[in-house]
DNA sequence: ATAATTTGGTTTATAAAATAAACTTGTTTA
DNA sequence: TAAACAAGTTTATTTTATAAACCAAATTAT
């Protein structure tokens, strides 16, 4: 009847981080977090867990000389949101 | 860019009881039960919640001698899922 | 009859999450 | 060179979700 909703997909922000990384398959901390409107902690936080999930991988380098930190989005993730959205809509379909 | 989504509704058991009685208009407790798969009590904490918002009423009767916990879904609540839906949308769409 | 089980829940306790606040490190700018 | 800013991280707090324990009444078994 109801499919399982991943927990860490259904969750606003990282699903939000999910969304972007989708469409752009590659985006900075930055832009993200003013994309998403988090706080930088919380974005932080959330960016762990998708990656330790290996939903995402993050990639440390510099621009100039500040750092900088690219997200983007892996195999696994680009599945588990498909299968969430999937899982999502045996939820939402006004029979 | 994305929605706020009404942190009532993203909750997967709430969601689950909802979208039962969009459809049904009128369940009891047992049938919800089964049909989430909940268990009782969580499912009479979550129902709380829902018609502590207004979102659905319950009505206590008894069938026989038996108590009997019927759940309905409000105007309000109709409304909330809809607007819920359409929020999510906003993450969804793989533009 | 009465003891055990089942039904239909509620209340309380616990574990996990989300989020914000505080902090760190290094870089610009005044 | 002091103050402000950028880019995050870490820690702490508050909510939540969920399960476990409990309760009362009704039914079934002995």
Redesign the pocket.
């Given at each position: 009847m109801f499919q399982p909703l991943d927990?860490?997909l259904?969750?606003?922000?990282?699903l939000a981080i999910m969304s972007l990384l989708i469409s752009a398959d590659e985006a900075?901390?930055?832009y993200i977090?003013e994309q998403t409107g988090?706080?930088?902690?919380?974005?932080?936080?959330?960016?762990?867990?998708l990656s330790a999930a290996g939903y995402i991988e993050?990639e440390?380098?510099?621009?100039?000389?500040?750092?900088?930190?690219?997200c983007r989005i892996t195999d696994n993730g680009r599945q588990a949101f498909e299968a969430y959205v999937k899982a999502l809509k045996s939820y939402l379909k006004v029979k």
């Open positions: 927990p860490l259904h969750a606003e922000l990282r900075e901390f930055p977090k988090a706080t930088a902690g919380n974005l932080s936080v959330q960016v762990d867990k993050v440390k380098t510099f621009k100039g000389k500040r750092p900088c930190t690219i």
